[in-house]
Structures are given as C-alpha cells and as structure tokens.
C-alpha cells in the first residue's frame, strides 16, 4: 500500500518535486518531427531547450493516477510552433486530463485513423482528452506554455506511431495568428493508407 504523498509545483520556475522524473527535450531531440529540416539542422548549432515534464513518482499501475506538469517554451522551428513530440496511450482507451497553468497553447489531438481536434488553452481551461485520441501541446505565445495533467498511470505512452507517422495537421504561424495545416508527411496508424 502506498502511503499517501504530495508534490509541489514551483509556479515561477515551473519545476515539480519532490520525487519526480525529469525528461528534458532539446531540438536535437526533435529530429524529424518538423516540416522545415533545414531551420531544425540550423538550430541544432545552439540546440535550445524545446520541453520539459515532470512526472510524479508513482508505481505504473492499474488503480493509480499519474500526474506531473509540462512546460514547453516560446518559439518556432521555420513557420512551426515548439512542440512536445507528442503520442498515443499504450493502453489506448485511457484518458488524460490537462490544465492550464501559464501561457496560451493548443492540444492538438488525433485519433488512430487520423481524425484531429484543437483546444485552445490559457489559464484556467482544462481539456478532456478521451481514450483512443493521441496527443500533443503546442505553445503559440510568448512565454512558456504550462499545464498539468493526470492520467490511469498504467496507461504507458507510444512514441513510435507518431515518430512514423506524424499528426495529420500541422499548426503553423499563419502571420501572426496559429493557423491549422494538412502535414504532407502523414501516414495513418490505422486503416487505409
Ligand atoms: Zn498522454
């Protein structure tokens, strides 16, 4: 049985502890995941920090709620919002809860066959992301994006269906204003090709 706990959120530095895992994520990390390769390649010379999440350190099973906060910064790969690489639940008819702690963002979210959906966040929106509806923040402000979010801490998380497929629709800066985009490079996870 564990013993009940608690974390704290520093809401100016934005960092969750104690016990948490830390994950941290560069441009570098991001290979592949932006349109525009060459303003990727070009960035990797100073490699800015793209994401960061804490996640409490709870066990990855059944009857337990995994919860942490996301933090992506301000900023664009050519005409790209920064992103988190984003992904299905393993266990894909699990959901996921976000709330908006600080700056103004977009969840953009994807089912296996390729269908999307946006929800425009700021502080004080929380978004429902149902089972089977793969996920990723977007950060189209100036400063740093921060939600938290719980999910069935068993639900595990595949990286792989987006890192090969992509989303369906991109978010770009359409001159000033985020605006959604057909991702030529997408492949379904699912069904017809
Ligand atoms: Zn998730």
Not at 26 to 43: F, H, P, T, V
Not at 44 to 53: F, G
Not at 170 to 183: H, I, R, S
Request: charged content about 20%.
């Amino acid at each position: 049985m564990l013993m009940p706990l608690f974390s704290e959120i520093d809401q100016k530095a934005w960092r969750m502890g104690p016990h948490t895992t830390h994950v941290v994520r560069r441009i570098s990390d991001m290979r592949g995941m932006y349109q525009d390769e060459q303003a990727q390649a070009a960035l990797e010379r100073e490699d800015p920090l793209v994401y960061e999440v804490f996640t409490a350190a709870i066990p990855q099973e059944e009857g337990h709620l995994m919860y942490g906060i996301s933090i992506v910064n301000p900023g664009k790969v050519g005409d790209e919002f920064y992103m988190t690489k984003g992904h299905f639940h393993q266990k894909l008819e699990t959901a996921e809860v976000y709330y908006c702690l600080q700056g103004h963002g977009y969840l953009v979210m994807q089912t296996p066959e390729g269908q999307v959906k946006t929800t425009a966040l700021s502080p004080g929106l929380v978004a429902y992301v149902p089972p089977r509806w793969g996920h990723r923040s977007v950060n189209v402000g100036a400063e740093r994006f921060v939600t938290f979010f719980i999910f069935p801490a068993d639900a595990g998380h595949d990286y792989a269906t987006i890192e090969a497929g992509g989303f369906a629709q991109l978010l770009l800066d359409g001159g000033g204003k985020p605006a959604l985009a057909p991702n030529p490079r997408y492949r379904r996870a699912h069904g017809p090709r």
